[in-house]
């Protein structure tokens, strides 16, 4: 690990999960991927509405439950126990499905395994053996949604980074991911190439594309009045 990585105050997953959350625009139709991106639910502004979608089949999800109020019948796709908001509906399965593949989903935040510079997408397998592939709803959400947002780690444990040139890995689908979160940076995928938009204190752009070996390009807006 390099010293510059060392020393950076990276975001915790709940920080890259308030990150996601304040970019998605109010009215918005969104399905969260099971993982880090449900976290998505807990940090919403209240004031901010936003129509929560699960596979399993409920519209009008909420925030995860107090401690000790949870509610068996009432979990999402990741099987954790999850609210529901007045007004929520619940429909059969194979009709959320529909949903998801009809376009009627405006964003869906996903967890990935890989994500290429041209914005393809690896999330449901490793390919090695030993791994337990789980595809779920990912390849309809990813072509379905009107956008996709992936939020990872920036780095595996050994330290390369999960931005590629080209996926290794299988694929879920093709050019669908719109913006990566990860702890370090937010990232847009463009016809022109990636650019950064937001980035840890104590980083600089360069730094970054040095961690994740593929070219960056910095898209952040100037400071007011500069």
Known sequence: MSAT???????????????VARDIPEGAYVNLGIGL???VANFLPEDREVFLH???GLLGMGPAPKQGEEDPDLINAGKQPVTALPGAAYFHHADSFAMMRGGHLDI?????????VTGDLANWHTGEPSAIPAV????????????????MEHLTK?????????????????????????DLAVIDVTPGGLLVRDIVPGLSVSELAGLTKVALA????????A
């Not at 869906?108 to 290429?116: D, E, K, M, P, R």
């Not at 779920?136 to 939020?151: E, S, Y």
């Open 5 to 19: 990585l060392a020393n950076l105050k990276k975001l915790s997953r709940n920080e890259m999960a308030k990150r």
């Open 37 to 39: 991106p449900t976290l």
């Open 54 to 56: 699960t596979e399993n």
């Open 108 to 116: 869906c935040v996903l967890g990935a395994f890989q994500v290429s």
């Open 136 to 151: 779920g709803g990912a390849m309809d959400l990813a072509i379905g949604a009107k956008r996709t947002f992936v939020v």
């Open 158 to 182: 050994a330290g390369e980074s999960k931005i590629v040139p080209t996926c290794t890995y299988p694929l879920t689908a093709k050019a669908c991911v719109a913006r990566i979160y990860t």
């Open 218 to 225: 910095d898209g952040r807006e100037p400071p007011a009045g």
